[in-house]
């Protein structure tokens, strides 16, 4: 009867142990953003740059200034409600591409336009939602009449294109980011993951994040949000870990070197700063 009650006291003694050491973990996941400032806005998208600034994107101009300042109209860029998608890959060279005009615009760090282009007659009768900057002042863009991505150089020559056929055999699947980093193309797609390729358009791999709207990278981590949940993703070790949660649903997120912006269902925008331990 002893050893009974003694090898119950262990086991509950060891669940004792395994949650608390569950509970610290959450806690201290929690504990790796500390909170910078939280203010009201108008935005449908949030992102950051290098440089410690911060973007809104609203249904009719782009706004910028630096983080956690009360002004968020430092810099502004009007776009009279057109569909617009953004790529901060150089705060210097800031590509808008408005896929009802067809019109890439490049900005300089103080929003200002400096060129403007359309892309090339050949495309005018496909639908291309997705553009983004390439090395050598190419582009990136996904045709999604073709279900292809495809890259054209300085000039609008074209240079590759892969067919996505022959990667997703889903055709209800259809891609929602496109970006390049450190000579490797992403290309998000909701709820399937996320396809690198090389420079050259030869496919990689797939990473098998189910996030429902969006998707962040930084430093080879993946970063996504589900509900209030935000959550990082590690490729090489293939850890997904809860970063944060929030009191409302979130809507959009980015995150830098040094922060994390979210912006909730309501409209608030919280920046966290981000602790040593998150970045290693």
Not at 25 to 35: E, F, M, R, W
Not at 127 to 156: H, K, M, T
């Amino acid at each position: 009867m002893k050893t009974v009650k003694f090898q119950l006291f262990v086991f509950v003694k060891l669940l004792f142990v395994l949650f608390f050491f569950c509970l610290f973990d959450l806690l201290n996941a929690q504990s790796d953003l500390i909170p910078k400032c939280t203010q009201k806005v108008n935005a449908k998208e949030v992102r950051l740059d290098l440089m410690g600034n911060i973007y809104l994107i609203s249904d009719n101009s782009l706004k910028k200034n630096t983080v956690c300042e009360n002004n968020l109209i430092q810099f502004q860029f009007p776009f009279n409600g057109h569909n617009v998608s953004l790529d901060l890959s150089n705060s210097f060279k800031i590509l808008l591409f408005f896929s009802n005009s067809r019109k890439i615009v490049y900005l300089n760090n103080y929003l200002s336009s400096v060129k403007e282009l359309t892309l090339p007659d050949v495309l005018r009768t496909d639908e291309i939602p997705l553009v983004c900057s390439s090395y050598n002042n190419g582009i990136w863009l996904y045709n999604l009449s073709q279900n292809s991505i495809v890259r054209y150089n300085a000039d609008f020559n074209k240079q590759y294109e892969v067919y996505l056929t022959s990667i997703i055999e889903d055709p209800t699947l259809i891609p929602t980011q496109l970006f390049e980093v450190d000579n490797q193309v992403f290309l998000g797609i909701p709820n399937y993951g996320v396809l690198i390729f090389d420079k050259f358009g030869s496919f990689i791999k797939r990473i098998p994040i189910l996030y429902p709207e969006q998707f962040r990278y930084y430093a080879g981590k993946f970063y996504f949000f589900n509900k209030k949940s935000l959550f990082g993703y590690n490729p090489l070790r293939f850890e997904e870990q809860l970063l944060h949660t929030s009191t409302e649903e979130i809507l959009t997120f980015d995150i830098s070197q040094d922060y994390i912006a979210i912006i909730n269902i309501k409209q608030e925008l919280s920046v966290y700063e981000i602790r040593k331990s998150l970045k290693n």
